[in-house]
């Protein structure tokens, strides 16, 4: 089993900034995915970015240069700077770490942009 604890969700203005951090503990692989998803209420899960061990990154098409994901293996963490922030970003976000072919899932963290 693999737990993750999420952090740096909350409130900003749009244009603004803020980082998500995730932390995974328990069965580590040495080779894995870290990265996060958000959801809209009512709609599926979808891709914000992703990072695997070997530091190869994959965004979701609306990122657009805004977002940057990265990455400490020694502390198993991953981590989502986000920039130049719009209303349209408000959703949940969830960290996920994929390993084969098996999911974990964090509790996800709000994140608001508002005026």
């Known amino acids: 089993q693999v737990q993750l604890v999420e952090s740096g969700g909350g409130l900003v203005q749009p244009g603004g900034s803020l980082r998500l951090s995730c932390a995974a503990s328990?069965?580590?692989?040495?080779?894995?995915?870290m990265g996060w998803y958000r959801q809209f209420p009512g709609k599926q899960r979808e891709l914000v970015a992703t990072?695997?061990?070997?530091?190869?990154?994959n965004y979701g098409n609306f990122v657009k240069g805004r977002f940057t994901i990265s990455r400490d293996n020694a502390k198993n963490t991953v981590f989502l700077e986000m920039n130049s922030l719009k209303p349209e970003d408000t959703a949940v976000y969830y960290c996920?770490?994929?390993?084969?072919?098996?999911?974990?899932w964090g509790q996800g963290t709000q994140v608001t942009v508002s005026a």
């Open positions: 996920n770490y994929r390993w084969a072919i098996v999911d974990y």
């Open positions: 328990g069965r580590i692989a040495s080779v894995s995915t």
């Open positions: 990072i695997t061990s070997g530091g190869s990154t």
